[in-house]
């Protein structure tokens, strides 16, 4: 049962370089998210999607685009990456937002930009 | 504006005996409260949650305590084990259907580490 299944694992990037994170789950899940890990500062939300062609900003937005390519995968994408973008970055999923429902999350990637 | 507080960022506790961790909330529209257990290199995975109409959840060694008044929760672990040493987070939600879903809002994270 793979859940919530993000690439890459680790990447380093230089400062101006665009990346791609991909993230996929196979639980049939509506919402979708994208969360960041500093150290100190706890889970951050970056984006989320509540379903399949909506996508609205979280807490912290700035450097950052997201596409819902369909119901299973929600990318996240760094245009121009700066060093504040270092982090570890979380994907994660739930089966409706404020439903009760936990959320589940991805394993990270460990994101450093040089 | 930091909605989910864990004022202890870590925490040490002996083999055998009961860990509490301490939350405390600000946003009253919080309804759903939630704990998950971090280790090194992995994501967050879920541990236990309690809806605001309750104030006691319990699974196992886990129970998680409720105080809407004084917008306060608590997990208690009994007995402590080795493997329970990891960051653990406390997280909310808000009321159903509100627009502009937004998640879960965590706390910074309390680092138990269980001594033998």
């Known amino acids: 049962n793979a859940g919530v299944t993000q690439t890459p694992k680790f990447q380093v990037l230089k400062t101006g370089q665009s990346m791609t994170l991909q993230c996929a789950q196979d639980?049939?899940?509506?919402?979708m998210y994208w969360y960041r890990q500093d150290p100190g500062m706890g889970l951050r939300l970056i984006y989320y999607?509540?379903?399949?062609?909506?996508?609205d900003k979280g807490e912290v937005p700035n450097g950052y685009n997201v596409s819902r390519l369909n119901k299973r995968e929600f990318s996240l994408r760094l245009e121009s990456a700066a060093p504040s973008q270092t982090s570890v970055y979380f994907c994660?999923?739930?089966?409706?937002?404020?439903?009760?429902?936990?959320?589940?999350f991805g394993e990270g990637s460990w994101l450093t930009v040089v | 504006d930091q909605q989910v507080k864990q004022n202890s960022p870590s925490l040490s506790v002996q083999e055998g005996r009961i860990s509490i961790l301490n939350c405390d909330y600000t946003?009253?529209?919080?309804?759903?409260f939630l704990w998950y257990k971090k280790y090194p290199a992995e994501g967050p995975t879920f541990l236990i949650s309690?809806?605001?109409?309750?104030d006691k959840n319990e699974d196992g060694r886990f129970t998680v305590f409720l105080n809407k008044s004084a917008k306060h929760l608590s997990l208690h672990i009994v007995p402590s084990q080795p493997g329970d040493s990891a960051v653990y987070f406390c997280?909310?939600?808000?009321?159903?259907?509100?627009?502009?879903?937004?998640?879960?809002?965590f706390g910074k994270g309390t680092h138990l580490i269980i001594q033998p």
């Open positions: 997280a909310a939600s808000g009321p159903r259907g509100r627009g502009g879903a937004d998640g879960l809002t």
């Open positions: 999607s509540a379903s399949e062609g909506t996508t």
């Open positions: 946003n009253s529209m919080f309804d759903y």
């Open positions: 639980m049939n899940h509506n919402s």
């Open positions: 994660a999923s739930s089966g409706r937002i404020y439903s009760g429902n936990t959320i589940y």
């Open positions: 309690i809806s605001s109409i309750k």
